[in-house]
């Protein structure tokens, strides 16, 4: 990655975030506006994203009708760039020691009843194993911010994760959502040949922040604010922003993520790469996650991811398993990306439940002591699979954008292209052939085949020749064939 001249700016410096002018262009535009509503959703059609005063517009949105014709705008933004393309990874939790008070969480440091493991780097590919004979090729490696061995730890569990070949799988992409670090640190990160570097600013309110973060090195807000300069800096260009929602008013941390994906865009030439929308879920030992500040309904939820899509075109949105299978559903349209499936959040979690598969709810209550929140779905990768096919989805495993070297700057302009049609589609279904001929149920193969036989025959012609190659090659026994 060529980092522009800008990039020398200090990475320290967070004074991109500017609250007033959140506050005022919130203001601006208070009550709902439909002339205004649907003279943005026009422009948003454009696929060119939308200003901070088009996004604080959509944010008000409350009547039933306005929101109906947001959503379908989302839809069609939704189909026109991804199809019916959905990205599958799945959490690996290596560690849940903290030194962090965060007031939402498990693995806080003050909650001395749960169970603290640190997997050993046996342990951590053992997790990884069960996970590649799942079937997954992208996984996101979590921990709490302690790690055993400082971050030789993360680093040498990312390389023994690279390391495992099992039958036809291994896993082609890590991306980490770890705490923040120095730019050195990153540049270690960077080296083991990370995906994305993920980071959640919870909330981009002060006050709530300091409220929240009791105690620890995640109570300097700016030192987090300023993690994905420091990462930019040290090349990684793919980022992942994130806000918890419940914390504070999601209208004010909606516009500011989309202030900070706009810092990063003009500052290194790339926004971030995708954006997570975690809502709080019950916690072990956190009453604050049961009764949070700012829960954000159900409507609210839709409503923003549907802003979202529109409002970044180009950024992948991420739903994880935190959200009730209903709610993921309803939100593919919408706008989401990339989804993770079978996801565990206790160290060790898909092991144990591999190994004790006779004694479920034994598994089910070592989770909860252990993990970082409860999940809203619990189903396996394989019925999310199925489930995904039969709506008209094509399950995608693919990672050839990381691996054709497609990342930052070059993965937008290149998403932006016409290219992006001829190769993702005819990826995608030879990720998901892989799938079926390695590790699907009977179920999946025969809704999957037919899901296929459909993607190919609704491609341009000279997708669908790609896509042919592939997946022969893929039948005729060749794994990890990508354009
Ligand atoms: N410890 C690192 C940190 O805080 O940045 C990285 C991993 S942390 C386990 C990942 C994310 O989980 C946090 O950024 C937070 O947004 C989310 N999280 C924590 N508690 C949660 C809860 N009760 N419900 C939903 N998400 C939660
Ligand atoms: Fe620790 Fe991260 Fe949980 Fe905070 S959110 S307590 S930093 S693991």
């Given at each position: 990655?060529?980092?522009?001249?800008?990039?020398?700016?200090?990475?320290?410096?967070?004074?991109?975030?500017?609250?007033?002018?959140?506050?005022?262009?919130?203001?601006?535009?208070?009550?709902?506006?439909?002339?205004?509503?649907?003279?943005?959703?026009?422009?948003?059609?454009?696929?060119?994203?939308?200003?901070?005063?088009?996004?604080?517009?959509?944010?008000?949105?409350?009547?039933?009708?306005?929101?109906?014709?947001?959503?379908?705008?989302?839809?069609?933004?939704?189909?026109?760039?991804?199809?019916?393309?959905?990205?599958?990874?799945a959490p690996l939790y290596i560690?849940n020691?903290?030194?962090?008070?965060?007031?939402?969480?498990a693995?806080?440091?003050?909650?001395?009843a749960l169970k603290r493991r640190s997997l050993s780097?046996e342990e951590i590919q053992r997790e990884a194993q069960v996970l590649i004979a799942q079937g997954h090729?992208?996984?996101?490696?979590?921990?709490?911010?302690?790690?055993?061995?400082?971050?030789?730890?993360?680093?040498?569990?990312?390389?023994?994760?690279?390391?495992?070949?099992?039958?036809?799988?291994?896993?082609?992409?890590?991306?980490?959502?770890?705490?923040?670090?120095?730019?050195?640190?990153?540049?270690?990160?960077?080296?083991?040949?990370?995906?994305?570097?993920?980071?959640?600013?919870?909330?981009?309110?002060?006050?709530?922040?300091?409220?929240?973060?009791?105690?620890?090195?995640?109570?300097?807000?700016?030192?987090?604010?300023?993690?994905?300069?420091?990462?930019?800096?040290?090349?990684?260009?793919?980022?992942?922003?994130?806000?918890?929602?419940?914390?504070?008013?999601?209208?004010?941390?909606?516009?500011?993520?989309?202030?900070?994906?706009?810092?990063?865009?003009?500052?290194?030439?790339?926004?971030?790469?995708?954006?997570?929308?975690?809502?709080?879920?019950p916690a072990h030992?956190?009453?604050?996650?049961?009764?949070?500040?700012?829960?954000?309904?159900?409507?609210?939820?839709?409503?923003?991811?549907?802003?979202?899509?529109?409002?970044?075109?180009?950024?992948?949105?991420?739903?994880?398993t935190?959200?009730?299978?209903?709610?993921?559903?309803?939100?593919?349209?919408?706008?989401?990306?990339?989804?993770?499936a079978g996801s565990r959040t206790n160290p060790g979690g898909y092991a144990a439940h591999a190994d004790a598969e006779a004694l479920p709810d034994a598994a089910t209550m070592e989770d909860f002591d252990a993990s970082q929140f409860s999940l809203g779905d619990h189903r396996s990768l394989d019925a999310v699979?199925?489930?995904?096919?039969?709506?008209?989805?094509?399950?995608?495993?693919?990672?050839?954008?990381?691996?054709?070297?497609?990342?930052?700057?070059?993965?937008?302009?290149?998403?932006?292209?016409?290219?992006?049609?001829?190769?993702?589609?005819?990826?995608?279904?030879?990720?998901?052939?892989?799938?079926?001929?390695?590790y699907?149920g009977?179920?999946?193969?025969?809704?999957?085949?037919?899901?296929?036989?459909?993607?190919?025959?609704?491609?341009?012609?000279?997708?669908?020749?790609?896509?042919?190659?592939?997946?022969?090659?893929?039948?005729?026994?060749?794994?990890?064939?990508?354009?």
């Amino acid at each position: 990655m060529t980092i522009p001249a800008s990039a020398n700016r200090d990475p320290a410096d967070t004074s991109w975030l500017n609250p007033g002018a959140i506050h005022a262009a919130l203001a601006a535009s208070d009550r709902e506006d439909a002339g205004r509503v649907r003279e943005v959703l026009d422009k948003a059609r454009a696929l060119q994203g939308l200003t901070t005063g088009e996004v604080a517009a959509l944010l008000q949105i409350r009547d039933p009708d306005l929101s109906a014709e947001l959503y379908a705008a989302a839809r069609w933004a939704k189909e026109a760039i991804y199809g019916k393309r959905i990205v599958l990874f799945a959490p690996l939790y290596i560690s849940n020691f903290c030194g962090n008070a965060c007031n939402y969480c498990a693995f806080s440091k003050d909650n001395t009843a749960l169970k603290r493991r640190s997997l050993s780097i046996e342990e951590i590919q053992r997790e990884a194993q069960v996970l590649i004979a799942q079937g997954h090729k992208r996984l996101l490696v979590v921990a709490g911010e302690s790690y055993p061995n400082g971050l030789q730890y993360v680093l040498d569990a990312l390389e023994a994760i690279y390391a495992i070949r099992l039958g036809n799988g291994e896993i082609r992409r890590i991306n980490v959502n770890l705490a923040p670090m120095e730019v050195d640190e990153f540049r270690a990160l960077h080296a083991v040949g990370i995906g994305t570097y993920q980071i959640f600013q919870e909330t981009y309110q002060r006050d709530v922040y300091a409220a929240a973060h009791v105690s620890g090195r995640k109570r300097d807000m700016d030192w987090r604010l300023s993690a994905p300069d420091r990462a930019m800096q040290a090349g990684i260009d793919d980022i992942g922003l994130g806000v918890l929602f419940g914390l504070g008013d999601w209208r004010f941390d909606v516009l500011a993520l989309m202030t900070h994906a706009a810092h990063l865009e003009s500052t290194y030439g790339a926004g971030c790469h995708t954006i997570s929308v975690p809502r709080i879920e019950p916690a072990h030992g956190s009453d604050f996650s049961r009764a949070p500040w700012n829960p954000v309904s159900d409507d609210d939820f839709r409503k923003l991811v549907a802003i979202l899509r529109l409002a970044v075109p180009y950024t992948g949105i991420i739903m994880s398993t935190r959200e009730s299978p209903q709610m993921r559903r309803e939100t593919y349209a919408l706008g989401v990306s990339q989804i993770s499936a079978g996801s565990r959040t206790n160290p060790g979690g898909y092991a144990a439940h591999a190994d004790a598969e006779a004694l479920p709810d034994a598994a089910t209550m070592e989770d909860f002591d252990a993990s970082q929140f409860s999940l809203g779905d619990h189903r396996s990768l394989d019925a999310v699979v199925l489930e995904l096919a039969e709506l008209g989805y094509t399950p995608s495993f693919c990672t050839a954008c990381y691996r054709n070297g497609r990342t930052g700057e070059d993965f937008m302009q290149w998403a932006k292209s016409a290219d992006i049609k001829e190769k993702c589609g005819p990826n995608a279904v030879g990720t998901f052939m892989e799938y079926l001929l390695d590790y699907a149920g009977p179920a999946t193969v025969e809704a999957g085949t037919r899901a296929i036989e459909r993607d190919i025959a609704g491609m341009g012609e000279k997708e669908r020749r790609i896509a042919r190659v592939i997946v022969d090659k893929v039948c005729g026994g060749k794994r990890d064939v990508y354009c």
